[in-house]
C-alpha cells in the first residue's frame, strides 16, 4: 500500500505492504503556529495514525507537543479517487485555545511486482520472501531459464539472442512475472512507475510485457504486442499505470548460465517515483524488488532411463550400426542416426556433445553442451538439435589448445550420491585431467571447467585421465545400476582382474586359446599374454593410474569396494607413455535401463565361449543386466574408441528439483 | 602412515593417519598355488591385519580361502629402517596340507602436511580438518595474507611482486607450513615426495621452504636459503625426505586478494609417488592436501580509535592545517603532513586513499587501497605509505573512465550492526552510485566494486550520491560513536531539518542574522534565505534523494529513526541538477574517539554565536562528544570539499577476527 499527500510531505518511506509517511508536526507539511502546546488529530475512516514518541497522558485529549513529536500515517485500502482520504491536525496553545488546522489529502495505491517466488508454478500474490533466494525445500526465491532453445527449426538462432519475442509459444520458456496495482484510475500528476535492473544483471536478462488490451493476442505482430521493456540497452523503463484494479503481465528471459563470473542471480525492480520541484528529477519513493536465479545446467546419469540414442553412420559402420539398432530397439527406444553429409566422418557422437537439461516449476527442456573440440561433428548440435524446446549452450576457447580431454567422453556424471552425509541428489560431474603431480599435462579447457563448476549442484570431480592416449574418464570407468546397495555399482577397468583370469585360464589348461579370432589382427594366445614381460610391466603402470581414480572416486562419491567391480580389461602403452585397450574396452558401454550394449572383446575361447564375455557377462548378471555383444572392431576400437565413444543418450531428467538442494 | 612392501603391490590408498594395502590373496603380490582351500596369517609386531569378507568360523584356523578374499594390512608407527616389519601367508589344502607360504616385507612411514587449521597461531600435527575451510569460531582452516607489503623502504616493490624471499623478515608475513615425516633415513628406490598446486591456484600462491641445515640462517644469501619451491612457473616440485623424525619448514605467500574471479581459497597438496615399471611415470599413492583462505581487506569505521591522521599541506590551507593540528594534538594522535612536492596542489587526501589492513592468527597490518582516481597525490601510497608491515592494493580501470565516484570519500564503512538477526561484526562498506532508475548516471568503477563485494566480510551497500555534483556518500552522511543503543548514531545532512532552524531564528526575531560573516562571501540574512523560491525547491529535490539514501541506511543496517540524527545543512543546486552543499557541509567531518572536527559553517550569529554551531554543538553533546569547528572555507569549501575529504584517519584493527565470523 502506498500513501502519498497533496502536498508531498517531505519524508517517506515504507515497505510493499504499508506505505508510512512521517513528518514532524511542528515545520514541514504539517507546520504548528508557533505558540502551539497541544494538538488533536482526525482522519477519515480509511486512515490510521500513530503519534511518536506515544503521549505519555494517553487516553486524554488534546496531546502535549513537542520538537519531537511525529506522526505516522497508514491506510488500511487504495484508494478509490484520487484524494479521497484526509487528515487534520488542531493546533491549541497553553490554554487550550484553538491556534489553526492544518490538513492533508490522501491518496493510497497499491503495488506488488510479482513472481513464482514459492515455486508451484503460480505467480502467488506479494510474496514476503521475493526479495531473496533460499535453496531447500524450504527455501524461496524464483527461477529463471536461458532461453537457449529455438522456437524455429529453419533459419534459427537461439531465442536469446533476440532481443524480441519471436513467437508466442517463446513465452512459455520465460519466468510470468506480474505487476499488480491497485488505486484511482490515474497517478496524480508527475508521479511514474518505473522498472529497471542493474549494469551487472543486463547481459544476464531481458523483460517483455504484455500490452494491456488482450485481443492484441491475435494479432501476428509479436514485437507489437509483447514489448521489450529493459535490456542490456534499457536499464530503467517507464511502465504504465492501469488504474483500478490491474495487473501487468510480465515475462523475463534470462540470457546466460551461471559462469565463474556470475552466480546466477538477477533482480528486477519497480520503482514509485515521485516528482520533485519542477524542473528537477524525479526520485524514488517506494520501490519493490524480486529476485531470480537463473536454472543450472543438469547432466543425466547412466541410471536414469533413456529417450533417444544417437549414432553416425559412416562409411564403414555398418556391422556396428546394425548391432547397436537391435540393442536399442530391442530395449524399446528410437535410435537416431546421424548421416554422414552432416558428421563428414566423425563417428564420435560422445565427444562432440553432452545431453542436459535445464528445469523451473514453469517450463523444462533438454539442452545440449556442445565441446570446443569442435570436429567434424561440429556443426550437428546447432543444426540439427537445437530447435523448439531443446537448448544449446557453448563455451568457446579463445587463444587457448583444445585437446582430446575436451572431448566429452571425458565428461561424465554419477548417480546419486552420498558422502560423509553430504547428499549429492544429482550426483556429481566427473571429469579427467592430468596428474596432478606432472609438472606438464592435458587438461579440459579452463572455460569448460568454470562453467562446469558454476552450475553448482553437481559439483565435479577431478579424475586423472591423461595417462591415456585419447585421455577420457569413459576409457577406464562407468557406471551401472544396481537393485541394492547404493543403486548403482561403479565399474573399473582392472588390468589386475585381466591378469587374474588369464592366468586362471592357463591354470584351468587354456593357455592355447587365442585372443582375436576372426578378425584382420594376429591372433595371439594365453601363454604369449602372460609371458610378455613388457606387457606386464605396462599394465602395472595402468594399475597404478586407475588405482589413484579409484581412491578418488571412493572419496569423492562416498563408495566402498563393494560399490566397485573391476572388469578384467588389458592395455598397451604407446608413445609419450600414453596408454590404449589391448582389446576392446568392455567398460566404454552404453547402459540402456538394465540393457548394456558392451564392445565384443574378442577374448580367448573357451569350449566356444569367449571367457572375456563369460566374465563380463556373469558379473553383470548378478545385478539383473543383460549384456549385448557389440563388434566394434574394425570401425571403432581400430582408431581408438569403442561403444560409448560413438554414441549418445539422451535421458529423462531427475524428478528431483534442483532448487529442492540443501547447498 | 604409510606403508609399502616390497616388491610393491598393486593397489593403495589411504588417509594420512593410516595407510591400508589391501589385496587379493588369490592372484597377485601373495598368489595361492591354485588348489588352496585355506590360508594362515603370521606378521610382525606393528604390523596389523584384516580379513575382508571376516571369516564365518571365526577364531578356528586356518581361514577357509576365496576368490574375494582381501587381507587389510596396517602399521600402527613408523619403520626406523626399510622392510624391518614382514607378514606371510601360509596356504593350505583340502586337508590341511601346507601348499606354499608367501612373504611381503613392510616400511611404514608416517606423513603429514601441516598448517594452523586451528588458528591459534601454531601449526599443530595433522589436524584432521587441515583440507577444508569452515567460516565460524567452530570453523577450522588456515590463512593466508597477500604479501602486499614490501620489506624494502628504498627502491621497493611490493615482497608479492618478487618471486624470491626478500629479507628474513619478510617470512613472518608467508603462513608457515610443515611437513612432518617420520620412517627410515631414505625412502626405497625410486619412491619421492612432491609437492604441488593446481594451474587456477599458481598466480595466487607461491611456497617457499627452508633448508634443512639451521646454520644457514646467518647467511645472508636469501635466495639460496630459502628456496622457491612453488609458483606460476613450477606447479609441482619434488620437496627432499629427510628421515628418521624430521620437520621441514615451508612458507606460503599469497599473492592476490579474492576477487570477482577469485574466491580465495587456494590448496596445497604432498603426494608420495611410487615407481612403476622402469621407464614408465611414477604414480601418486599417498596424497595430503591442506587449505587455505586468502584474508580479505578490512576497512575501519569511525567507531575504531584513530592511530594516525593524514593531510595535505598545500600553499594556501594553513589555516586549515592549523586547526586540525590542534584537534588531532589536543586529541593525542599524530598528525602526518603529505608535503606538496609529493601532493603537487591535490589536497583530497580522503579521495585518493583508504586505509584498511589485513590480519591472520600469525600476521596482521594496515593496507592501503590505491583509488584509480589517480589525481596529483597519486604516488602518495605507493612511495609513501608502502614499507615494511604496510601493504598495498589497488585496482586499475582499463579502457574505462574513472568518474568523481571512484574517489574514496564515496567509500565508507558502517560501525558493526544487526540486520533482522544477521550480524555484521565488522560493519558493512557503503558505496555511492547512481540512482537505480536513472537510465544512465555516474558510477563506481566496476573492478573496485567487484573487489569491495569479494572481500565478503563487510558485505557492502550501494547508496545513491549521483545527485550531488561532487557525487561521494560522505556529502551526505557521517556516523559518530554513542554511549547508547547500537554504540554509533548516522548523522544525515538534512534540508528540512536546516529550514526548520533558519525559520525558527526567524520566528524567534533574528531574520538579520547573516550568513557568512567574516569571509570574503556575499553575506545573506536568514530572511533572503528562506524567501529564497528556488533555493527551497531545489532543497526539496536534495531532501527526496537524501530520504531514499536513508531508507536504504535503516533497512540494509536495521537501524531505527532513533538511531539518526538530521543535520540542518542546505544545499543549492547546479548544472545537470547536481547539488553542492551551500555553507560548509558540517556532516563532511573527521571522528577522532569523542573529538569532532567539523566543517565550521559560518552561519547566522544570534547573541555573537553561530546558530549552525550551537545547534550542532547540542546535537552532538548529548552523545558525550566534542565538537571542533575547523575553518576550511576558502581552502575546501570553495574548492567543494570539506574537513572529511581534505584528511584520513588510519585506525585501529577490529578486535573480532574475520575467520570468527558466520557466512
Redesign the interface.
Known sequence: MFLWCEPPP?????SPLLLLI?F?I???LLSAP?TSKYFSVQCSPRVQYRI?PPPLESGTLPTSLNGNT?LLITMDTASEVGNDSKLSVMYYGEKTEVLGKAVVHLTAVEISLDVDADRDGQVERNNPNKGSWMWGPNGHGAILLVNCDSEHTYGKRRDSECAEVTRVSDLKDMSPMVLRTSGPAKLPEGYKL?M?I???DAESVRVFRTRSTAENLLYKSFVKDYPLVLGSE????EVPYLGGNAEMNFYVEGLRFPD??FEGLISI?L?L??P??????????F?DRVVFRVAPWIMTPNTLNPVEVFVCSTSDNYQFLKGMRRLVENSGYKLKVCHEYMNRGDRWMQDEIEFGYIDSPHQRFPVVLDSPRDGELQDFPYDVLLGPDFGYVTRTAYNVEVSSLDSFGNLEVSPPVIVNGKIYPLGRIIIGVA?????KGR?MT?VVQDFLWAQKVQEPIALFSD?LLVGHVDEFMTFVPAPDKKGFRLLLASP?AG??LF?GLQ?DGHGQAKMFDGLEEEEITVDEILSDDKL???N??V???I??N??VL?RELGLD?DDIIDLPILFH?MEE?RAVAYYPDMVNMIVLGKNLGIPKPFGPKVDGRCALEAEMTSLMEGLGLCCTYIDDFASYHKLLGEVHCGSNVRREPFSFKWWNLEM
Request: proline share 9%; with cysteine.
Open positions: 517531505g519524508l517517506c518511506h515504507g512521517p514532524t511542528s515545520g514541514g508557533p511518536t511525529m518505473t529497471h542493474s549494469q551487472g534499457d536499464l530503467s523503463k565463474k563470473d525492480s520503482s517515483l515521485e520533485s520541484s519542477p524542473g528537477f528529477p524525479e526520485t524514488p519513493i520501490t596428474f596432478p603431480t606432472a609438472t587438461n579452463k595417462w589386475d591378469y587374474k592366468r591354470n606386464r610391466a605396462e602395472n603402470y594399475q597404478s593410474c588405482d589413484w579409484r581412491d571412493k569396494d602403452v607413455n
